[in-house]
């Protein structure tokens, strides 16, 4: 079943293509208490008509390595309203992660750069920057040199160089917390 949708993509504004000229960007954190900080300076423009077919039922027929994502149903020893507690989540729900992970990609190491848990905030446009809001437009997570710059925070002079690893995914991974 397919049905269609609107889609938010980036207007490309001059401001972008002006030198030495700005680049998008969109804050997700609070930010009210910087006297003249912007949240953004991104403005969307939305592409009526894009068909979306629902692939519920279907989950098992997409893999990572041929489709670049891939669904996968875990159990998790959480309820809802414990998402609430962001110190609960960082020290128990992100190790989990890190050990599913590692089981079910099979990799000899996994490494949770951050986590977020998104709220829909219905007065979000009034008040911005109280929470992580779900996005609503298209959008990359990472740039091409960021991946590299998290890991190197993550694990410090210490780690291995970025160059060294033999392969590395940068894997995206999504709770549904409520339907």
Not at 75 to 89: R, V
Not at 149 to 171: D, H, M, N, T, W
Request: proline share 5%.
């Amino acid at each position: 079943m397919a049905f269609s949708c609107r889609i938010g993509y980036l207007r490309r504004l001059d401001l972008y293509k002006s030198e030495p000229g700005e680049k998008p960007f969109s804050i997700n954190i609070p930010i009210n208490h910087l006297p003249g900080a912007r949240q953004s300076n991104v403005e969307y423009e939305y592409v009526e008509g894009i068909s979306v077919t629902d692939i519920r039922g279907r989950e098992s027929d997409f893999s990572l390595d041929i489709h670049g994502f891939e669904l996968a149903q875990q159990k998790i020893p959480y309820a809802y309203d414990d998402f609430e507690d962001t110190s609960l989540i960082t020290r128990t729900y992100v190790k989990h992660m890190e050990h599913w992970m590692k089981e079910h990609f099979q990799a000899e190491e996994v490494l949770i750069f951050d986590h977020q848990v998104r709220r829909r905030n219905p007065v979000f446009a009034q008040r911005r920057g109280e929470s992580e809001q779900p996005i609503t437009g298209a959008h990359v997570d990472e740039s091409p040199k960021g991946h590299e710059a998290q890991y190197a925070f993550k694990v410090g002079a210490e780690g291995k160089p970025f160059e060294s690893l033999k392969r590395c995914e940068i894997i995206k991974y999504c709770h549904q917390r409520r339907f």
